[in-house]
Structure formats: structure tokens, C-alpha cells
């Protein structure tokens, strides 16, 4: 683990700070519950300044969002005892629902009104009729947290998010070059480029969430949004892109296809890679040229090399229109300019667009299990008249939601209670035998210095974020700080066991109902992928192919990080999403261009399209039949043949499409027989 550096030193003492003026603050107006200002200014406490104030706004905006639930529901509901758990568990559900599908920071808008309507909601049934009064008070508390520490944040030496962003496109942009240089070269794929293959899939959803924050950044960075937004597709694109270029290039390698002039222009190509933001823009057009220079006319007897070299320089022009954009967005970002350049190339509707995977039976999975988990709860504190059964209502929510979007929540639930019971037991040493000592405000500050000091170095290491934010949030809840010392342990220890009743019975629930691993979750998002090339090869208006890369890029970008912890079996080692983006670009290209063909090669094409379906309908990975292979080569003599003029690109998607199912498969030969009726029916 890293040790804590003198950025880390500062984030903590400026946290604290933040937390001690909003309880000083609260103590002076005299507020009911001072602890939850104290609570708050940890829990939005975040490292990069961006994220602190995104994390304020949704925070303040999901308490509210709560409190008005429960000023609803438990004043009309409070005589029904089970229809109020049922309604507050199923608030609770459906707001969780909701933030899972929602995999944006503004999904803790969702999230924390699903909890707090709990927190607020389950402690008044004794008394409804102080909800609102209840309900207020945790808004201005709250508020108060939030207003304390975006000051003191804003205010002392504040960690834009912006330099972080830039770092990242740095170094995502050097990974870049380099697989640029190994896919040009046509160099066969080691575990180098493997490891830099899943990093880009992974900073590509990292840039992402880092763009996300720019809005409440204090960086120049904040009035560039739209070129760093116009970056971030250009980055998106390029993945799929370098995948084609390296293996048309492998191709055309072992097949012997590499002619001089091809050879010349890849070297061309390599060095301006390597001149990296210093390669002049002028030089983008010149290879371009060359590579309209290169390109040959495609007919009935074209060979294989031919129709390969001409797909590959498809690909290189489309690999020099992505590098020139981002060397002008990176200068225009440079500058500062809200302003997009003049001299972008790619056209803005074919630029992929940054979407999210959204998984509505996990979504629908976690809501349930916290309702059933709040549930069973509440009929037990119903049944048993158990006092502090809101206490472990509270703590169940709060545990099933912080980690709802994990495969295995389970785990992280227990841990979170092993560390909310050590808060327990630190709490119980200030309330008992420090407290009592503490006559003032400064020895009050001290004394909590010696804790929540080293807790907000926790928060600030990632490796350790969350064990030191719920040391921090339960410690400084279960404290109940107040105006004048008011000790009970009896209170104090029934607190303490509604939380491990609370969250032992949210690990146990989530455990049977809601775990399911990291190479189920890595397996459902693949099918996810087959499930949209089947659909955009079925029908013709069913992907737009900007958002279609963009949604296959986010999966892919998940898909790396389970792969890292799962041990493959099965065949998930043997899938390549990368592969099936490719694959899914051509098929939606393909059904565009196929509504313009009629004829023979129009059928050859829509039989492909279908086939193409039914295999990714099928129990994939399993590898595609000859019966495919033979309708894609069909295709490919009968759209040569074709006398259109526009069959030039759909020629070059079907070649895309028998690439990424075929690699290994002999080449293509002109003239070749057409599928036999039965092999048609097979596929």
C-alpha cells in the first residue's frame, strides 16, 4: 500500500477542518443533531476538488429527494405499521434500482434518497407527527456538512480535477502510440499488448467519469468541456481502429501482401506516431493522399491481398483521421478554448458517442434484495417490538446500497461491518472516558483530531477510501456530539447492535439473493454485446453506429476489470469484445449499404445479415460454422459482380465481418461456388 504523502496530510487536515467548522457552526445555532453536519462534511469529502463539489450538489439533492419521501409516506402510513415498511422498503428499491442503472456520479443522487427516507423515516413512526420538524432538521445539518467542507475545499489549496484529467489522456494517448507501432509493424500479440489493450479500455471509462467532474472543476479546463467531450470520442474510436489496422496488416504480412509502396507508407505512418503531439498536421493529409494513391479497383476477379489491402487502407485513413483530430482538440484544450477546432476531420455525426451499459435485471436484482433485506428487518422489529429496530432498519439500507453495484456485495458488507464495529469500539472510548474531560469547544477539537486526523489519510488513498469513510461517517454519527454531555450506554450499546443486526442480515440477504461473481457479471455483459449485433443485423434501424461503439466500449471497459479478477474458464479467455465491436461496426455499416443493393448481391447480403444473426443468437464463443464462412463468400462474389457503383464498402464490411469471425480461415477465392441449399438451411 502506498503511505500517505504530503498531499494526503493536507486533504486530511483540511477535511477535518471542514468537519469541525460545521460542528462548531451547529453547536452555536443550537441544532438537533450537530453530529449529522460532522458526519456530512467526511462523507463528501473527496480528494479531487471537482469530485467534492459533484458529490455536495447530488448529496444535498438526494437528501432532499429523501426527506420528502418520508414527510409523505410515514404520517399517512404510520397506524399501518407493515404498510409503512413495505412502502419505505420499496421507496428504498426503487431508488437503488435506479442509481445502479445510473452508473454516473449522479447516481448517488438515487442512492442516498433511497437511505435517507430510512434514516429519517423509521426513527419518527414513534412520533409522526414530528416528521417534518425531523426531516428539516437532517436538511439543514446536512447542508450545513456540505456548505463547510466545499469551502474550506474550494478555499485551501484545492486538487483540480482538470491535471488529472490531462494526466490521464497523457498517458492513455502514450499506450495509444504504442499499440499504433505493434499494429503497423503487423507484430503478433504478446502479453505486453495485451496488458496495454485492457488499460485503454479501462482509462477510456476513467476519462470518462474524470469528464464528468469538469463541470464543478476549478480548472481552465471547466470552459472546455465540449473539445475534451469531442476528445473522448476521438479516443473511442481509435480502439477499434488500431484492432483492424493491426490485423490486416498481420494478414497481409503472413500472406506475403506487403508490397513496397504499402511497406513505405507504414513506415510513414509509424514515424509520425512516434513524433506523438509534435507531428505536424499537414502530415495527417499527405499520408491520406498516399493512401487514396494505393488503392485499387475491386471486381469479380480481385484477389484475395487485393481486397485485404484495400480494406487495411480503409482503416489507415481512418486511423490518421482520429490522430489529426486529437492532436488539434489537445491544442485547443491546451489553450483553454471553449471552442471546437476549425480543422476537425471526422464528421460529428460519426464521431462514437461516450454511452453506458445499462443492465436492468441487475438494477432490478439489487432493489429487490434491499427491500427483501429491509423487509425481514422491519416484520422482526414489528413482531418482537425490538426498540432499536430502526437502528438496524437504517443500517440495512445504508449497507445494501453503498455496494449494490459490486458482482459479490457480500463481502464488502461484512467488511464494512467489521470496520463499523471498531468505529463502535472507538466511540465508546470518546463517549465514556474522554468526553467527560472535554469542557470546550478547543479541547473538544483535539481530542477528535487524535481520531478523524488519520481517518481522512485513509480516505485520501484509494486502496483505503473506503474503510476510512465509514470510519469516519459511523464514528461521528454513533457519537451523537451535542451541545452538553449526555452519556448512555444502554442507548449507546442498542445503537451499536441495531448496526450488526442491521448489516449482518444485509450480508446474509445479499449474499443468497444478490451475489453472483465477477465471471457471471463478465459473461452477461458478452451476451449483452452478441445480444446488440444480432439486433443490428436483424434490423436495419436498430443501432446507430456511433452509439452502438460507444456502448461496446463502456462494456468492454467493465469486462477488464472482472477479467482481472476471475479465473477464465469456459471460454471467456477465448472472447475478444474487441473483436465482436469490430464485427458489430461492420454489421451496422453493412445494413446501411445493403438497402441500396438489389439483385443477387442484395439477397447474398440479407442472407449474410441473418446468419450472422443466428450465430450470435446461438451459445457463443462456439466457433462459427463453415455454413457462415460460405454465405460470407457468396456475398463477397456476388457484390463484386454487381454492376452498382456504391458496392465498394460493403464489400469492405463483409471482409470486415469475415476478418473478425475467420481469422484463421484460407482467403477468399474468386469465383468461388455458391452455398448449397442445404448448407443455407444450416446456417
Not at 460532522?38 to 473527496?46: E, H, K, L, S
Not at 463547510?148 to 485551501?156: Q, R
Not at 506487403?258 to 499537414?282: C, F, H, K, M, Y
Not at 457471471?520 to 461503439?549: E, K, N
Request: contains cysteine; charged residues 15%.
Amino acid at each position: 500500500m502506498t503511505l500517505p504523502g504530503l498531499r494526503d496530510w493536507l486533504f486530511a487536515i483540511r477535511t477535518f477542518a471542514g468537519a469541525m467548522l460545521a460542528l462548531w457552526i451547529a453547536l452555536a445555532l443550537d441544532l438537533e443533531r450537530p453530529y449529522w453536519a460532522m458526519a456530512t462534511a467526511y462523507i463528501v469529502a473527496q480528494p479531487l476538488t471537482g469530485a467534492m463539489r459533484s458529490r455536495s450538489l447530488y448529496r444535498f439533492c438526494g437528501t432532499l429527494l429523501g426527506a420528502t419521501a418520508a414527510v409523505v409516506l410515514v404520517p399517512n402510513l404510520a397506524s399501518a405499521p407493515e404498510l409503512l415498511s413495505a412502502a419505505m422498503a420499496l421507496w428504498t428499491g426503487l431508488c437503488l434500482y435506479a442509481a445502479v442503472l445510473d452508473r454516473s456520479p449522479r447516481s448517488y443522487i438515487f442512492m442516498l434518497a433511497g437511505y435517507t427516507a430510512a434514516i429519517i423515516g423509521f426513527p419518527s413512526v414513534a412520533a409522526p407527527d414530528a416528521i417534518f420538524e425531523s426531516a428539516l432538521s437532517r436538511t439543514e445539518e446536512i447542508s450545513l456538512g456540505i456548505m463547510c467542507t466545499t469551502l474550506v475545499g474550494s478555499v485551501v489549496l484545492p486538487r483540480p480535477a482538470g491535471s488529472v484529467l490531462t494526466f490521464r489522456i497523457q498517458s492513455w494517448l502514450r499506450d495509444a502510440n504504442a499499440w499504433a507501432l505493434q499494429a503497423l509493424a503487423g507484430l503478433p500479440e504478446d502479453a505486453q499488448t495485451r496488458a496495454i489493450r485492457r488499460r485503454l479500455a479501462a482509462d477510456a471509462v476513467e476519462i470518462g467519469m474524470l469528464i464528468s467532474y469538469l463541470a464543478f472543476d476549478t480548472s481552465k479546463l471547466q470552459v472546455a468541456t465540449r473539445p475534451i467531450t469531442a476528445l473522448q470520442q476521438r479516443i473511442l474510436m481509435l480502439l477499434p481502429a488500431l484492432s483492424g489496422v493491426g490485423d490486416r496488416v498481420a494478414a497481409l504480412r503472413e500472406a506475403g501482401g506487403i508490397t513496397p509502396d504499402l511497406r513505405r507508407l507504414l513506415d510513414e505512418l509509424a514515424a509520425w506516431v512516434r513524433a506523438g503531439v509534435n507531428a505536424p498536421q499537414a502530415e495527417g493529409v499527405r499520408l491520406r493522399q498516399t493512401i487514396a494513391g494505393l488503392e485499387l479497383p475491386l471486381g469479380p476477379q480481385s484477389r484475395w491481398n487485393d481486397i485485404m489491402l484495400t480494406s487495411l487502407l480503409m482503416r489507415l485513413r481512418e486511423l490518421t483521421m482520429i490522430k489529426q483530430d486529437a492532436h488539434a482538440l489537445l491544442d485547443q484544450i491546451a489553450s483553454g478554448s471553449p471552442r471546437m477546432p476549425t480543422t476537425l476531420v471526422i464528421p460529428r455525426k460519426e464521431a462514437a458517442t461516450a454511452l453506458q451499459h445499462r443492465d436492468h435485471g441487475m438494477a432490478l436484482l439489487s432493489g429487490f434484495s434491499a427491500a427483501l433485506t429491509i423487509g425481514l428487518i422491519c416484520t422482526f422489529w414489528i413482531a418482537s417490538a425490538w426498540p432499536d429496530g430502526a437502528m438496524a432498519a437504517q443500517m440495512a439500507a445504508i449497507a445494501c446500497s453503498f455496494f449494490a453495484a459490486q458482482d459479490d456485495p457480500a463481502p464488502a458488507i461484512v467488511n464494512l461491518l467489521y470496520v463499523s464495529v471498531a468505529a463502535v469500539i472507538v466511540d465508546t472510548v470518546y463517549l465514556f472516558a474522554v468526553l467527560p474531560m472535554v469542557h470546550d469547544f478547543e479541547m473538544l477539537a483535539l481530542a477528535l483530531a487524535v481520531f478523524f486526523i488519520p481517518v481522512g489519510l485513509l480516505i485520501s488513498l484509494p486502496a483505503t477510501f473506503g474503510t476510512g469513510m465509514a470510519l469516519a461517517a459511523n464514528g461521528a454519527s454513533l457519537m451523537g456530539l451535542q451541545g452538553r454531555y449526555s452519556g448512555d450506554f444502554t442507548s449507546f450499546a442498542g445503537n451499536g447492535l441495531g448496526l450488526v443486526v442491521g448489516m449482518g442480515t444485509a450480508a446474509v440477504v445479499t449474499g443468497i439473493v444478490r451475489s453472483v461473481g465477477a465471471e457471471w457479471s463478465a459473461w452477461r455483459l458478452l451476451r449483452a454485446g452478441w445480444s446488440d449485433i444480432a439486433s443490428a443485423a436483424t434490423h436495419p434501424d436498430a443501432r446507430d453506429r456511433s452509439a452502438f461503439a460507444g456502448v461496446m466500449i463502456d462494456r468492454l471497459g467493465m469486462l477488464v476489470s472482472r477479467l482481472a479478477t476471475v479465473q477464465a474458464g469456459r471460454g471467456l479467455a477465448a472472447t475478444d469484445m474487441l473483436t465482436d465491436l469490430r464485427i458489430g461496426l461492420n454489421v451496422v455499416d453493412l445494413q446501411r449499404g445493403a438497402a441500396l443493393l438489389a439483385g443477387p448481391a442484395g439477397d447474398a447480403v440479407r442472407q449474410l445479415l441473418e446468419a450472422v444473426a443466428k450465430y450470435y443468437r446461438s451459445e457463443v464463443p462456439a466457433p462459427p460454422a463453415v455454413a457462415l464462412r460460405e454465405a460470407i463468400d457468396r456475398a463477397i462474389r456476388d457484390v463484386t459482380a454487381a454492376p452498382d457503383a456504391n458496392t465498394r464498402d460493403v464489400l469492405l464490411q463483409i471482409v470486415g465481418i469475415r476478418r473478425g469471425l475467420f481469422p484463421d480461415a484460407p482467403p477468399y477465392e474468386p469465383g468461388a461456388a455458391p452455398v448449397p441449399p442445404a448448407l443455407q438451411a444450416a446456417v
